[in-house]
């Protein structure tokens, strides 16, 4: 069974700074695309960064500019560096990881358990 945890959360200022890991654990072949979702209080989940298995990443609008998506293939993580953070980036951050289990089986999406962040105005 893959696990996936994140950490990094926490409370920050506005104009502050946060990096999110999310640590993938596990028997599996590989890991295609690794997301980031958000999700705020009322509110739907919706994805901020993606980042592909050889480094391609995809940003949602309103965080162009301030955040960076990484990963370290070797150690099956992902990062979130966030910042110029702005109180409405307060939401529950969640990873997502596509794995390949076994070579030749179809990729299943697994989720982390999500991490808080809040920033104060």
């Known amino acids: 069974q893959v696990q996936l945890v994140e950490s990094g959360g926490g409370l920050v200022q506005a104009g502050g700074s946060l990096r999110l890991s999310c640590a993938a654990s596990g028997n599996m072949f590989s890991i295609n695309d690794m997301d980031w979702y958000r999700q705020a209080p009322g509110k739907q989940r919706e994805l901020v960064a993606t980042i592909t298995m050889r480094g391609d990443t995809n940003y949602a609008d309103f965080v162009k500019g301030r955040f960076t998506v990484s990963r370290d293939n070797a150690k099956k993580t992902v990062y979130l560096q966030m910042n110029s953070l702005k109180p409405e980036d307060t939401a529950v951050y969640y990873c997502?990881?596509?794995?390949?289990?076994?070579?030749?089986?179809?990729?299943?999406?697994?989720w982390g358990q999500g991490t808080q962040v809040t920033v104060s105005s």
């Open positions: 997502k990881a596509n794995v390949v289990e076994i070579y030749f089986y179809p990729p299943r999406d697994y």
